[in-house]
């Protein structure tokens, strides 16, 4: 038995909510985009519902933030003028205009992402529902459906995107420090490369477990403990697939660095684009349920079924062996 047979046998097994169907069934990628685009306008009605819970992230960090910064740079009459680093004015308005910019952008993620993320958090558990149901193939009105996502599965969602959110922000805060330093000072000191790598790593690690737990855990009646020893036990053992998909899904998101393209960025996120990161994270998620859940689950439920028959005939077999050696027995007189 392999590393990852013995591994996976520690997981808890079931029925997911969904239609019976075929578990080794192949294309889920090909299958997400068909999902997706024959039901381009109920997807498009669902992002822009959950446009209204992504509102906060919308007001902070792509109005509130920017504005803040200029009018902040304004008032404080910082000069970045003419040659910028010869004379002595220039360049402490340049090194003091940096570190408040940094410093607000760090005060923003600070205070405000990690509420942000509760708040989506709850629009995600209806659009996930919704969307699961598209891609079983089961029956979706937008509306009733998103509410009935949002009652079943928001407190799972709420917990996990709170954690989310405080990585996030840990991660975000550290980056911005060593930016800041190296912006002004030209290095940073070995404690803030460490704070800002491991912060890094540790959100790729939560985000690598959410690709696994958050599909699951609209498809499965499981406990939290449950959902969240599957999903770290599926990470592990489907790790590959999921670094790609995390990395296809966060690539498109560097270009908010780039001032052009990073309105096409929020353009695409406000229309359909998080609708389609739901679908294609769905049939990654089905794709492991599937795999290692629902086929362990019915390969175990087909071998207590012939293990039951085997038993059940063992015991035919000794009645009728008992009835033959004493056949008398048993008769009425």
């Not at 009459?77 to 004379?87: A, N, P």
């Not at 404690?191 to 696994?212: H, K």
């Not at 995390?246 to 406000?270: R, S």
Request: with cysteine.
């Amino acid at each position: 038995m392999s590393k990852l047979t013995k591994l996976a046998a520690h997981m808890t097994l079931g029925k997911d909510l969904g239609p019976e169907r075929d578990y080794n069934e192949r294309g889920r990628i090909r299958k997400a985009f068909s999902v997706f685009a024959s039901n381009l306008k109920n997807m498009l009605v669902l992002n822009l519902i959950l446009d209204l819970f992504a509102l906060p992230f919308i007001i902070m960090f792509i109005f509130l933030m920017s504005r803040y910064e200029q009018s902040s740079i304004s008032e404080a009459g910082f000069s970045f003028s003419g040659f910028l680093g010869i004379g002595y004015g220039l360049v402490d308005d340049t090194v003091a205009g940096i570190n408040m910019i940094y410093g607000i952008r760090s005060d923003f993620f600070l205070y405000f992402f990690t509420p942000c993320m509760m708040i989506f958090s709850i629009g995600l558990a209806g659009a996930y529902h919704c969307i699961r149901n598209y891609y079983w193939g089961v029956e979706v009105k937008i509306v009733k459906h998103f509410f009935r996502g949002i009652k079943l599965h928001w407190w799972k969602f709420l917990i996990t995107f709170t954690v989310l959110g405080l990585v996030g922000t840990n991660a975000a805060c550290g980056t911005i420090e060593l930016m800041r330093l190296m912006a002004t000072q030209g290095s940073a000191g070995a404690g803030i490369w460490i704070w800002s790598i491991l912060s890094l790593v540790l959100c790729l690690l939560c985000m690598l477990f959410c690709s696994v737990f958050v599909p699951m855990s609209v498809s499965f009646r499981f406990n939290y403990g449950q959902y969240i020893k599957n999903s770290v036990i599926g990470a592990l053992i489907m790790i590959l697939p999921a670094l790609i998909l995390t990395i296809a899904l966060v690539a498109p998101m560097l270009l908010l660095m780039v001032n052009l393209a990073k309105y096409i960025v929020y353009f695409v996120m406000i229309s359909v684009g998080a609708s389609f990161y739901i679908t294609l994270n769905v049939a990654f998620g089905n794709f492991c349920n599937d795999l290692l859940i629902n086929a362990m689950y019915e390969y175990e439920q087909e071998q207590a079924a012939k293990n039951a028959l085997a038993q059940k005939k063992q015991q035919n077999r000794a009645t009728a062996k008992a009835q033959r050696a004493n056949p008398k027995k048993g008769k009425k007189r």
